[in-house]
């Protein structure tokens, strides 16, 4: 036991085994990257594009929940999971009266639904002790117009969240962190004046870097008296 009282397995130095959601880009990437740098067996998913150097890769549709299994069952050949991070997302924008009833159902599923279906599966895996860290958003908060199927799916989670934590408070923890505008593919993929409208967004006046939400997230799996909470990364948005 740690001198905290909880499974060595769990202490911040002892290496642990991580799963990474969404491991191939952005946001996950950084994640995975910042696990496997110090030290950690990290497993991270794709749909395809690989995973980061040290990365073990695990090719995954999180809309499928026999994929979920396989993953557990691959992981578990190694050791229970010590944390577990859900970063993938996807968003189709546009006026609710215009979303296609695919637009609607493709992103609950992959935002709300399939991170369902993991946190289920990794409750009965995880080592005691452990944390779950799943991505939301600030739009949760705040909304966004164009966005009514993200927002409604990431409020959903941290809902979900609060819940689970209540659930399971004895056996491991889980938490949010809620990223505001992050140098991703969506931020470089947009005019410069959309670019520069998150920008000015933020009392920061500038959008985060995906290590500094990566930073973060390692930073809350291993706070061993948090559970149930949302945790804004916003530059001062959401406070």
């Given at each position: 036991?740690?001198?905290?009282?909880?499974?060595?397995?769990?202490?911040?130095?002892?290496?642990?085994?991580?799963?990474?959601?969404?491991?191939?880009?952005?946001?996950?990437?950084?994640?995975?990257?910042?696990?496997?740098?110090?030290?950690?067996?990290?497993?991270?998913?794709?749909?395809?594009?690989?995973?980061?150097?040290?990365?073990?890769?695990?090719?995954?549709?999180?809309?499928?929940?026999?994929?979920?299994?396989?993953?557990?069952?691959?992981?578990?050949?190694?050791?229970?999971?010590?944390?577990?991070?859900?970063?993938?997302?996807?968003?189709?924008?546009?006026?609710?009266?215009?979303?296609?009833?695919?637009?609607?159902?493709?992103?609950?599923?992959?935002?709300?639904?399939?991170?369902?279906?993991?946190?289920?599966?990794?409750?009965?895996?995880?080592?005691?002790?452990?944390?779950?860290?799943?991505?939301?958003?600030?739009?949760?908060?705040?909304?966004?117009?164009?966005?009514?199927?993200?927002?409604?799916?990431?409020a959903g989670l941290e809902g979900f969240v609060r819940t689970v934590s209540q659930e399971y408070a004895?056996?491991?923890?889980?938490?949010?962190?809620?990223?505001?505008?992050?140098?991703?593919?969506?931020?470089?993929?947009?005019?410069?004046?959309?670019?520069?409208?998150?920008?000015?967004?933020?009392?920061?006046?500038?959008?985060?870097?995906?290590?500094?939400?990566?930073?973060?997230?390692?930073?809350?799996?291993?706070?061993?008296?948090?559970?149930?909470?949302?945790?804004?990364?916003?530059?001062?948005i959401v406070i």
């Amino acid at each position: 036991m740690s001198e905290r009282g909880i499974p060595q397995s769990q202490a911040a130095d002892a290496p642990k085994t991580v799963v990474v959601i969404g491991a191939s880009r952005g946001i996950g990437a950084a994640i995975a990257s910042t696990f496997a740098a110090h030290g950690h067996r990290v497993i991270g998913t794709h749909r395809g594009g690989g995973t980061p150097s040290g990365v073990e890769g695990f090719e995954l549709d999180i809309t499928e929940p026999a994929q979920i299994a396989e993953l557990f069952a691959f992981v578990a050949k190694g050791g229970k999971p010590d944390v577990v991070v859900v970063a993938s997302g996807i968003t189709r924008d546009g006026p609710l009266v215009r979303m296609s009833d695919d637009d609607i159902e493709a992103v609950l599923a992959t935002n709300l639904v399939g991170p369902m279906h993991v946190v289920r599966a990794a409750a009965s895996k995880i080592a005691r002790g452990g944390s779950i860290v799943l991505l939301s958003s600030v739009s949760a908060r705040l909304g966004h117009v164009g966005q009514a199927n993200y927002t409604a799916a990431k409020a959903g989670l941290e809902g979900f969240v609060r819940t689970v934590s209540q659930e399971y408070a004895s056996r491991f923890r889980i938490n949010i962190v809620s990223p505001g505008p992050t140098r991703t593919d969506m931020f470089t993929d947009a005019s410069a004046e959309a670019q520069e409208t998150m920008q000015q967004a933020t009392p920061m006046r500038r959008v985060a870097e995906p290590q500094e939400i990566a930073d973060v997230v390692f930073w809350v799996s291993q706070s061993t008296f948090m559970t149930g909470a949302t945790v804004p990364v916003s530059g001062g948005i959401v406070i």
